[in-house]
């Protein structure tokens, strides 16, 4: 027995009607289109080493360029798709801090009883 799907069989996707009524573009090319020009993890990481430089924002730990896969970019409102061009929702931290400052809730609930 092989894989059951349970999407359309030998159909195209249904296009979009424009308010006329003709049609436009498919749900699919709307989708990848979409797709195509959403900000990618390594554009805005660069990015970020680029405004804050190599350097945790946290524990203020300097990295070399061959040590800068230790830094991570974290998003201080929590929303990784809040990228400003500016940087202003981004802080470089190194791989300890990052994971610190992501896991003190997890501890924080635990300690208090919560699931």
């Known amino acids: 027995m092989g894989i059951r799907s349970f999407g359309p069989k030998g159909r195209t996707a249904r296009p979009v009607k424009k308010a006329g009524g003709e049609p436009e573009k498919s749900v699919r090319e709307i989708v990848s289109e979409i797709r195509a020009n959403l900000p990618r993890r390594e554009d805005y990481r660069e990015r970020s080493l680029a405004i804050h430089g190599l350097i945790c924002a946290r524990c203020g730990r300097e990295f070399g360029p061959s040590q800068r896969h230790l830094l991570t970019v974290h998003h201080k409102d929590g929303n990784h798709r ?29 300690l208090k009883g919560k699931k």
């Open 82 to 110: 809040n990228n400003p061009p500016d940087g202003s929702n981004w802080e470089n931290l190194c791989v300890y801090c990052h994971e610190d400052i992501h896991s003190r809730g997890l501890l924080g609930d635990y």
